[in-house]
């Protein structure tokens, strides 16, 4: 493959200008397409101001935030990309309009280029298909905020040449990030491994065991940066719940993965998290965080009750769904146990990676906890992974020691 010296970016929206401005700061000559009136130079704009902070912070030499920005052009057609050495998409999360994209990329962009998709849970495979060059395309999933996050993950379809695997990883190494290679399976591994976290909070409280704010109080203490409904609200209601139904689309409605009704309610009401002033909470205009949505809060009268469960139990239910979805995905082979670890520590800020944070609670334990949970709800979505079983019956680890 062509050595990477210039980037091209679709779509100018938080996500395409964070990865303009990672690359842009490394060095590489940058252009950026977006087909909205405006969004661009929007972009650009957002970039300025992000690239000013910095130097004000002293993060940066105000002649490097200059030159950063300056290599950062705009476009207005997609064949203005045909000379790009990589064009990474970031549109909407629209396997349709992902696949129409990389159909007019590969008949406007130079054979020998690399055309990558940032897509967080659609098939890489599905996407490649509308192309004539299968090989050249590879997932390449960054994390928002872009300039802040850590990891990227790199997705091979089954037809990505070993040389766009190899020349994409050293691009993700010269943005200064820790790139991961994971199976291109639903939500490859960030994404799969923290449904569970996400999927057992919103069963805990449609049961009725237990509130939102209690919830995400008892994930932060054991080392969470955020609670799970917090963390929705973060990424946005709307979008964790589109990433939720291609991920049970993906294993065909295993009920492991079925979204939460309370998920549907809150975005149907419009609450699409930080970003409108309202999700799972209400949120001042200065952004901080406030109440519960009231409607998600106490008994409906005459519904019955069940006894709440303490911050241990909500812990242990959620840690056990956390390991065990990252053994399913192991046992998949997703990726490996130790980038599996890597992935969630980077990527969402976790204290541990699941797998060692399983060994230390003991696998045996967790192993108890999904069986019992299995007993009451018996339809499959607390069935134990087999190498999970296999590991906490025979004492061993997943990292072979």
């Given amino acids: 493959m062509r050595e990477i010296r210039s980037v091209g970016v679709v779509g100018a929206g938080v996500m395409g200008a964070g990865i303009a401005q990672v690359a842009a700061e490394a060095g590489f000559e940058v252009v950026l397409f977006d087909p909205l009136d405006g969004a661009t130079a929007r972009a650009r704009q957002r970039i300025a101001g992000f690239l000013e902070r910095k130097v004000a912070k002293g993060q940066m030499p105000s002649e490097d935030a200059g030159a950063a920005l300056d290599r950062i052009g705009e476009v207005t057609t997609l064949e203005s990309l045909a000379d790009a050495d990589l064009v990474v998409e970031a549109v909407p999360e629209n396997l349709e309009l992902k696949r129409d994209l990389f159909r007019d990329l590969d008949r406007c962009v130079a054979d020998d280029r690399i055309l990558a998709t940032n897509t967080s849970s659609l098939s890489v495979a599905?996407?490649?298909?509308?192309?004539?060059?299968?090989?050249?395309?590879?997932?390449?999933?960054?994390?928002?905020?872009?300039?802040?996050?850590?990891?990227?993950?790199l997705i091979p379809g089954p037809m990505t040449a070993p040389a766009v695997v190899e020349t994409t990883d050293a691009f993700a190494r010269r943005?200064?990030?820790?790139?991961?290679?994971?199976?291109?399976?639903?939500?490859?591994?960030?994404?799969?491994?923290?449904?569970?976290?996400?999927?057992e909070a919103f069963r805990i409280f449609e049961e009725g065991l237990a509130g939102v704010?209690?919830?995400?109080?008892?994930?932060?203490?054991?080392?969470?940066?955020?609670?799970?409904?917090?963390?929705?609200?973060?990424?946005?209601?709307?979008?964790?719940?589109?990433?939720?139904?291609?991920?049970f689309a993906g294993f065909h409605e295993d009920p492991r993965y079925r979204p939460a009704q309370v998920q549907h309610r809150v975005?149907?009401?419009?609450?699409?998290?930080?970003?409108?002033?309202?999700?799972?909470?209400?949120?001042?205009?200065?952004?901080?965080?406030?109440?519960?949505?009231?409607?998600?809060?106490?008994?409906?009268a005459g519904s019955p009750s069940l006894p709440p469960?303490?911050?241990?139990?909500?812990?242990?239910?959620?840690?056990?769904?956390?390991?065990?979805?990252?053994?399913?995905?192991?046992?998949?082979?997703?990726?490996?146990?130790?980038?599996?670890?890597?992935?969630?520590?980077l990527a969402s800020n976790w204290p541990e990676g699941p797998l060692a944070w399983g060994e230390r609670i003991g696998l045996s334990s967790v192993v108890s906890t999904l069986d019992g949970l299995n007993a009451v709800v018996p339809d499959g979505r607390y069935r134990v992974?087999?190498?999970?079983?296999?590991?906490?019956?025979?004492?061993?680890?997943?990292?072979?020691r």
Avoid: C
């Avoid at 149907?268 to 999700?279: F, I, M, T």
């Fill in 309 to 345: 469960i303490d911050p241990p139990q909500i812990e242990a239910r959620v840690l056990a769904t956390i390991v065990n979805e990252a053994a399913s995905a192991v046992a998949d082979r997703v990726a490996a146990p130790e980038a599996i670890d890597t992935a969630m520590k």
């Fill in 126 to 153: 599905r996407i490649a298909a509308a192309t004539e060059h299968p090989e050249r395309v590879i997932g390449l999933h960054f994390f928002n905020p872009v300039p802040l996050m850590a990891l990227v993950e």
């Fill in 385 to 400: 992974a087999p190498l999970l079983r296999a590991l906490a019956d025979a004492g061993q680890s997943f990292f072979g």
């Fill in 213 to 247: 704010t209690a919830i995400d109080d008892a994930m932060r203490q054991i080392g969470f940066r955020l609670g799970p409904f917090e963390l929705a609200d973060v990424v946005g209601t709307d979008v964790n719940l589109a990433a939720g139904e291609a991920i």
């Fill in 267 to 300: 975005v149907d009401a419009g609450r699409l998290g930080r970003k409108s002033g309202a999700g799972y909470y209400d949120y001042a205009a200065d952004g901080s965080r406030g109440e519960p949505w009231a409607a998600l809060t106490g008994v409906p």
């Fill in 175 to 199: 943005l200064g990030k820790t790139p991961v290679v994971a199976a291109d399976l639903p939500g490859f591994i960030v994404n799969r491994v923290q449904r569970a976290l996400y999927l």
